[in-house]
Nanobody, 130 residues
Framework: QVQLVESGGGLVQPGGSLRLSCAAS????????MGWFRQAPGKDREFVAG????????WYADSVKGRFTISRDDRKNTASLRMNSLKPEDTAVYYC???????????????????????WGQGTQVTVSS
Protein backbone atom coordinates (compact mmCIF):
# COMPACT_ATOMS: atom_id res chain seq x y z
CA GLN A 1 0.00 0.00 0.00
CA VAL A 2 1.42 3.36 -0.99
CA GLN A 3 1.90 5.93 1.74
CA LEU A 4 2.39 9.65 1.18
CA VAL A 5 3.89 12.14 3.60
CA GLU A 6 3.82 15.88 2.97
CA SER A 7 6.26 18.34 4.45
CA GLY A 8 7.27 21.96 4.04
CA GLY A 9 4.19 23.79 5.24
CA GLY A 10 4.32 26.69 7.63
CA LEU A 11 3.62 30.36 8.16
CA VAL A 12 4.60 32.77 5.42
CA GLN A 13 3.87 36.43 4.72
CA PRO A 14 1.82 37.48 1.69
CA GLY A 15 4.03 37.53 -1.37
CA GLY A 16 6.33 34.91 0.08
CA SER A 17 7.17 31.43 -1.12
CA LEU A 18 7.06 27.89 0.17
CA ARG A 19 8.03 24.55 -1.29
CA LEU A 20 5.98 21.52 -0.30
CA SER A 21 7.35 18.02 -0.69
CA CYS A 22 5.57 14.68 -0.89
CA ALA A 23 7.51 11.52 -0.14
CA ALA A 24 6.01 8.23 -1.29
CA SER A 25 6.74 4.81 0.12
CA UNK A 26 5.37 1.32 -0.37
CA UNK A 27 5.06 1.83 -4.10
CA UNK A 28 6.99 3.58 -6.80
CA UNK A 29 5.33 6.69 -8.21
CA UNK A 30 6.66 5.84 -11.65
CA UNK A 31 3.71 5.33 -13.97
CA UNK A 32 1.25 7.08 -11.66
CA UNK A 33 -0.22 10.54 -11.62
CA MET A 34 0.42 12.86 -8.71
CA GLY A 35 -1.73 15.70 -7.50
CA TRP A 36 -1.98 18.43 -4.92
CA PHE A 37 -5.22 19.51 -3.29
CA ARG A 38 -5.99 21.96 -0.53
CA GLN A 39 -8.78 22.34 1.96
CA ALA A 40 -9.67 25.30 4.13
CA PRO A 41 -11.87 24.86 7.22
CA GLY A 42 -15.51 24.39 6.29
CA LYS A 43 -14.75 24.19 2.58
CA ASP A 44 -14.52 21.37 0.07
CA ARG A 45 -11.22 19.89 -0.93
CA GLU A 46 -9.99 21.89 -3.91
CA PHE A 47 -7.81 20.79 -6.80
CA VAL A 48 -4.55 22.70 -7.00
CA ALA A 49 -2.28 20.92 -9.48
CA GLY A 50 -1.85 17.59 -11.20
CA UNK A 51 0.93 15.94 -13.16
CA UNK A 52 0.96 12.84 -15.31
CA UNK A 53 3.37 9.95 -15.07
CA UNK A 54 6.61 11.17 -16.55
CA UNK A 55 5.55 14.79 -16.09
CA UNK A 56 4.55 15.35 -19.70
CA UNK A 57 1.24 17.04 -18.89
CA UNK A 58 0.49 19.42 -16.04
CA TRP A 59 -2.71 21.12 -14.92
CA TYR A 60 -3.25 23.97 -12.47
CA ALA A 61 -6.29 25.50 -10.90
CA ASP A 62 -6.93 28.96 -12.30
CA SER A 63 -6.44 30.43 -8.85
CA VAL A 64 -2.81 29.29 -8.69
CA LYS A 65 -1.79 29.37 -12.34
CA GLY A 66 1.41 31.32 -12.83
CA ARG A 67 2.28 31.18 -9.14
CA PHE A 68 2.54 27.47 -8.31
CA THR A 69 4.70 24.82 -9.96
CA ILE A 70 4.20 21.09 -9.58
CA SER A 71 7.05 18.71 -10.28
CA ARG A 72 8.08 15.13 -9.67
CA ASP A 73 11.27 13.17 -9.22
CA ASP A 74 10.58 9.51 -9.83
CA ARG A 75 14.13 8.55 -8.91
CA LYS A 76 13.58 10.01 -5.43
CA ASN A 77 9.93 8.89 -5.34
CA THR A 78 8.82 12.41 -4.53
CA ALA A 79 6.57 15.14 -5.80
CA SER A 80 6.81 18.83 -5.03
CA LEU A 81 4.73 21.98 -5.14
CA ARG A 82 6.57 25.27 -5.35
CA MET A 83 4.35 28.15 -4.29
CA ASN A 84 5.30 31.72 -5.10
CA SER A 85 3.52 35.04 -4.58
CA LEU A 86 1.40 33.53 -1.85
CA LYS A 87 -1.88 35.16 -0.93
CA PRO A 88 -3.97 34.90 2.24
CA GLU A 89 -6.57 32.95 0.28
CA ASP A 90 -3.96 30.24 -0.27
CA THR A 91 -4.21 29.39 3.42
CA ALA A 92 -5.28 25.76 3.72
CA VAL A 93 -4.16 22.26 4.52
CA TYR A 94 -2.37 20.96 1.45
CA TYR A 95 -2.63 17.30 0.51
CA CYS A 96 -0.56 15.18 -1.82
CA UNK A 97 -2.32 12.38 -3.67
CA UNK A 98 -1.71 9.66 -6.23
CA UNK A 99 -3.99 7.48 -8.28
CA UNK A 100 -4.60 3.75 -8.13
CA UNK A 101 -3.90 2.47 -11.64
CA UNK A 102 -0.75 3.03 -13.66
CA UNK A 103 -0.85 4.80 -17.00
CA UNK A 104 -4.55 5.50 -16.55
CA UNK A 105 -5.51 7.73 -19.45
CA UNK A 106 -8.80 8.57 -17.77
CA UNK A 107 -6.65 10.89 -15.67
CA UNK A 108 -6.46 13.30 -18.59
CA UNK A 109 -10.14 13.97 -17.96
CA UNK A 110 -10.50 13.26 -14.26
CA UNK A 111 -7.47 15.09 -12.83
CA UNK A 112 -9.47 17.89 -11.12
CA UNK A 113 -11.59 15.45 -9.11
CA UNK A 114 -10.57 14.09 -5.75
CA UNK A 115 -12.20 10.85 -6.88
CA UNK A 116 -9.38 10.40 -9.40
CA UNK A 117 -6.97 9.80 -6.52
CA UNK A 118 -6.85 6.72 -4.33
CA UNK A 119 -4.12 7.56 -1.81
CA TRP A 120 -3.64 10.69 0.24
CA GLY A 121 -1.10 12.12 2.61
CA GLN A 122 -1.95 13.49 6.03
CA GLY A 123 -1.72 17.09 4.88
CA THR A 124 0.52 20.00 5.76
CA GLN A 125 -0.72 23.38 6.94
CA VAL A 126 0.08 26.48 4.91
CA THR A 127 -0.81 29.79 6.50
CA VAL A 128 -0.33 33.04 4.60
CA SER A 129 -0.62 35.98 6.95
CA SER A 130 1.19 39.05 8.20
Amino acid sequence: QVQLVESGGGLVQPGGSLRLSCAASGRTIEGYAMGWFRQAPGKDREFVAGITWGGGTIWYADSVKGRFTISRDDRKNTASLRMNSLKPEDTAVYYCATNRSPFDHDYYTNYPSALAYAYWGQGTQVTVSS
